[in-house]
């Protein structure tokens, strides 16, 4: 862990852009043509940050609908928060949970809503008959596979362990009138601000292995420190004054400060290696691995 750890970390998530994204922006901007609802799904812990940016643009004379996926991961009070944004902006949301199936009757009762509302509009051209077509969006790893494979009521995109393994184009036929079509996750050139790149990086929408996993842990452990230290206390046994006594050394910079309570909480869980060193990268993916699995208790990160 260096000094400065901006740098090295900030470099490698923000520029992070695989060439296969450019060719999927193009077939979704291609497919739109053929689209008459796009839903959206976001992290409900981190709409802001899990939104695609460019997408927006594309879709802004579309119907849409926001699923904040992975609510029960989600602080309650800040998903009824996100709802009443979303709601003054007159834009459906729902919340659900594609893992239990949670919310996903009441996002068919959206799409039937859109659908009838452009039922209408095309029986006044005088075409009947003609399915609505909704388009599902997402970046990787915010459950889009597993949306689908609710909606459906059976295994039809394939999912992973790796950020955006949905790759071929698939439709879906949900009701007799509605029709589904998923596309791969896609994340936009460049992740800016800091903010979102490491929000991203904290729920692993960006594969590990581009990034230092030590640095994403630090930020994250950095902020459950000022935010949700309580958090912390409950899950790792450390106490409040134990904290306090690291954070308030001055005999070492802030970074190591933290630091050293990282390898308090890898002792706690016995992540030592030979000559009782501390297994840093052990204890990375621990806490990252709990943050994201909702063992660190319901956090959202965002906020309207």
């Known amino acids: 862990m260096t000094e400065n750890n901006d740098k090295g970390l900030h470099k490698s998530v923000i520029n992070w852009y695989p060439g296969h994204m450019a060719k999927t922006k193009k077939q979704i901007i291609e497919d739109l043509k053929l689209i008459d609802v796009v839903i959206e799904i976001l992290d409900a812990r981190i709409p802001k940050s899990s939104q695609n940016k460019d997408l927006q643009e594309w879709i802004k004379n579309k119907k849409k609908i926001v699923i904040l996926n992975k609510s029960d991961l989600a602080e309650e009070k800040a998903n009824k928060a996100w709802i009443e944004y979303y709601q003054k902006k007159g834009i459906p949301v729902v919340l659900t949970d594609a893992n239990t199936g949670v ?152 970074n190591e400060n933290i630091l050293e309570i990282l390898h308090r909480i890898g002792r706690k869980r016995g992540a030592i290696v030979a000559g009782g060193r501390v297994d840093e990268e052990k204890v990375a993916n621990l806490l990252l691995q709990e943050f994201r699995n909702g063992k660190l208790g319901k956090i959202t990160l965002e906020r309207p």
């Open 103 to 254: 919310g996903i009757e009441k996002v068919v009762k959206e799409i039937e809503k859109s659908a009838k509302e452009k039922e209408e509009s095309l029986k006044q051209k005088g075409r009947i008959g003609k399915a609505i077509r909704v388009m599902v969006v997402g970046i990787p790893n915010v459950g889009k596979s597993s949306f689908i494979n609710r909606i459906t009521k059976k295994t039809s995109a394939l999912v992973g362990n790796k950020p955006g393994v949905t790759k071929q184009k698939q439709w879906v036929k949900i009701k007799e009138n509605i029709e589904l079509l998923d596309t791969p996750g896609m994340l936009w050139p460049k992740l800016e601000p800091e903010e979102t790149a490491l929000h991203l990086a904290y729920i692993g929408t960006i594969k590990e292995d581009n990034l230092e996993k030590l640095e994403i842990a630090y930020y994250l452990l950095k902020y459950l420190l000022e935010e949700k230290r309580q958090n912390l206390i409950e899950r790792y046994q450390l106490t409040e004054q134990e904290i306090e006594e690291i954070l308030t050394c001055k005999d070492r910079p802030e």
